[in-house]
């Protein structure tokens, strides 16, 4: 089976751009979690959604965050305006039932000059 | 509240040396466990997990890792270590109940010494 896939992989843009990160789940699987990670804050869980449904977003740092999953087999988080401390490795893993493990993405390495 | 420490940052062993990884929990109630390893620019890889049953469970890679009640915690071990675990590696708690957020440890760097 293949995996939870991220794209793009890396991406580099300057403040004040849009950017947009997305995340294709497991088939099968129906919750979905956004992390971000930084050697300052590690891994922090930024919103989660069960059934395409948001189900808890209070990680989100800010309104310029948000984020979407408009069917089962895809989900955004887009950053708009882009700032240099959005700077981070962005992760997504999904999971299907309530005992099972969540699995990630490789993730996407994000650069705001 | 749940939470998850990893008292060790660093952690630097021979290879062929065995390895015990700390992690310490706090929930309510019997938590869903976890191991997962990060190797650089790679995403989380599931090691192992505990939800019920046998406190002693076997992962990939040759990993295990031991439930302890009495002591809230959930060490992850291994015999022989080699050059190619060297890694990061994360404990998360997750709730029985009520919500699929997991709670991550900040992570224990391994080091591998030829």
């Known amino acids: 089976d293949a995996g939870v896939i991220q794209s793009p992989r890396h991406e580099v843009t300057e403040m004040g751009q849009e950017v947009t990160l997305r995340c294709k789940p497991i088939?099968?699987?129906?919750?979905l979690f956004w992390y971000r990670q930084t050697m300052m804050r590690g891994l922090e869980l930024l919103i989660y959604?069960?059934?395409?449904?948001?189900?808890?977003d209070s990680g989100m740092p800010e309104d310029r965050f948000s984020a979407k999953m408009p069917n089962a087999s895809f989900s955004t988080l887009k950053i708009q305006p882009s700032e240099p401390r959005d700077s981070a490795v962005y992760f997504c893993?999904?999971?299907?039932?309530?005992?099972?493990?969540?699995?990630f993405g490789d993730g996407t390495r994000l650069s705001i000059l | 509240a749940q939470s998850v420490t990893q008292p060790d940052i660093h952690i630097t062993v021979s290879e062929g040396a065995s390895l015990e990884l700390r992690c310490n929990y706090s929930?309510?109630?019997?938590?869903?466990l976890f191991w997962y390893v990060q190797s650089p620019g790679q995403g989380l890889q599931l090691l192992l997990k505990?939800?019920?049953?046998?406190?002693l469970v076997q992962g990939i890679k040759g990993f295990e890792a031991e439930f302890k009640r009495s002591q809230s915690s959930f060490n992850l071990r291994k015999p022989s270590v080699h050059w190619s675990d060297a890694a990061e590696y994360f404990c998360?708690?997750?709730?029985?109940?009520?919500?699929?957020?997991?709670?991550f440890g900040t992570g224990t760097r391994l080091k591998v010494l030829a």
């Open positions: 893993a999904s999971k299907d039932r309530e005992y099972q493990p969540q699995h």
């Open positions: 088939s099968g699987h129906n919750s």
């Open positions: 959604f069960n059934n395409n449904v948001p189900i808890d």
């Open positions: 929930y309510g109630a019997t938590p869903y």
């Open positions: 505990y939800f019920s049953g046998d406190t």
């Open positions: 998360a708690v997750g709730a029985t109940s009520g919500t699929y957020k997991y709670i």
